[in-house]
Structures are given as C-alpha cells and as structure tokens.
C-alpha cells in the first residue's frame, strides 16, 4: 500500500544529503561531523529497503510494536534502529533488545529498565536525554534543570552510554527563531561539558529546521516526511503502540 509519491526515495534522499552538505558548509562545519536518521515510523518494510537500497543505514522509529516488525523483516541488511518516540514500561524489554540508540529517555524508572533489559552480549545502549525546551506539557522531555540530577543519577547503569541531548522544539516557521531555539539545546551541552558531563551528541533537527539545527551543532538530524512522503497514517499518542 505504497501511495503514488512524486519522487523516489532514492531522489528524495539525494536531496537531503544536499541540503545537509550546504548547511554544512554554511556554517562551516565538515558534513562528517553529523548524521542523517530516516525517521521511518508508520511506513512499510518496502520504503525502508529502498532507502536502505540507496545507502541509508540508521532509521527511527516511535512505535515500539510496529518497529519490532520492521527490524525482524529487514533483518538481513543489518540496518541500525534509533528509538525516538515516548518510552512505555512495557516496552522497553524490545527496545533494549532490537535498538542501538535510544533518543527520548527522560524518566529515571525507563533507564533503570533499559539498563536491567540490554542484552548482555550486545554494546551498551546508546542514550540521548530528551529536553523539553519549550516546557511544552504535552511533550516529553526533562526541564533543563533537571538534567544534572537526572545524569548523576545514571551514572551505575552499566549497560547504558548517555551521549547526548536530544529536544523536539515547538514549530517555527522562520530560521532565525528556529535556530534561538535549537541554541538553547547547545548551550546546555555546552554547561554539562563544563561541569564534566561529555554529551557529544546532539540530535535535533526535522524536516523543515534541518538548516537550523545544523547551525547550532546538531549531530544527528531526524528526517521523515522529507525522505518518505507523508505518513500513512495519523500519528496516535501511545495507548496502543
Ligand atoms: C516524526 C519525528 C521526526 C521526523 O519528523 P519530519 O517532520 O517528518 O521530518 C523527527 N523526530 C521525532 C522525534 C519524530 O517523532
């Protein structure tokens, strides 16, 4: 149930390399230091091989049930899964075991299942803690003053990696908003840095701040609609993930 798209996703994703490559060089940062996440959630098995196809390796996904699907079908290409949607209690055990990132962790009793559920024979898991830049109440995400409890209080989860910060920004339209905001995220992982905390990471920018994000440090983007087309469905807060 592919619908007619205007452009293949090889194209498409062509086209946000580009967009990534004169970001780059606009802010004068070498393309390598960032990386593109194909946010795949609510599309088929079939658009995620394409673009696996055209060289993409890392996808996101929201939903933990449906992603589990997709990672067992797609097994054979080895690809690389980010969980970025809101973290349930009974859904961690998957995540820990199918998931090489974690991009939304923001509530001690999550890490401390996902720490008890990786897989002892795989890498640690790779963590980035969601902020809430906008204290938005329908969002996820710690408050800013959280973060440093919040990461101390980590610190015996073996079996986790915290590398970075992560934040979902209220929509702007203009670019010079965007990237005020999309500051706020690097000038907190400039404080931690300060008070010893190392969070190389910064996963921030979607389909329409891509530009903004990668001015401000990003170092991962999280791309959907611009890569895949619409989502084939509506996306449903998380009773029934
Ligand atoms: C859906 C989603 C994206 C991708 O958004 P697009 O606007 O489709 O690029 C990025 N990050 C998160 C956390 C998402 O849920």
Redesign the pocket.
């Known amino acids: 149930m592919i619908p007619a798209r205007e452009e293949s996703i090889d194209h498409t994703l062509r086209r946000i390399h580009a967009r990534i490559a004169a970001a780059a060089q606009a802010a004068g940062r070498d393309p390598d230091s960032l990386r593109l996440l194909a946010?795949s959630?609510t599309q088929p098995a079939a658009a995620i091989a394409s673009a696996a196809l055209a060289g993409q390796r890392s996808f996101?996904e929201?939903y933990a049930r449906e992603a589990v699907d997709k990672i067992t079908a797609l097994s054979a290409l080895n690809l690389d899964w980010h969980f970025?949607?809101q973290l349930q209690s009974n859904k961690i055990k998957q995540i820990a075991q199918w998931f090489s990132w974690v991009?939304?962790l923001d509530d001690l009793r999550h890490a401390e299942l996902l720490n008890s559920r990786r897989p002892a024979d795989l890498p640690r898991l790779r963590v980035c803690l969601q902020v809430n830049l906008d204290r938005e109440s329908q969002k996820g995400g710690l408050q800013a003053d959280q973060l440093t409890d919040f990461i101390l209080a980590c610190q015996g989860f073996e079996r986790l990696e915290l590398v970075g910060l992560m934040a979902?920004p209220a929509p702007r339209p203009h670019f010079a908003e965007q990237r005020a905001s999309l500051a706020r995220l690097r000038i907190l992982q400039a404080e931690l840095r300060q008070h010893g905390f190392e969070l190389p990471e910064l996963s921030m920018g979607?389909?329409?701040d891509l530009e903004a994000a990668i001015a401000e440090g990003a170092t991962w983007v999280?791309?959907?609609?611009?890569i895949f087309g619409a989502?084939h469905r509506e996306?449903t807060p998380v009773p029934w993930t």
Do not use: N, P
């Open positions: 946010v959630k996101g929201s970025i949607g991009h939304s979902i979607m389909s329409d999280r791309i959907g609609t611009a989502r996306e």
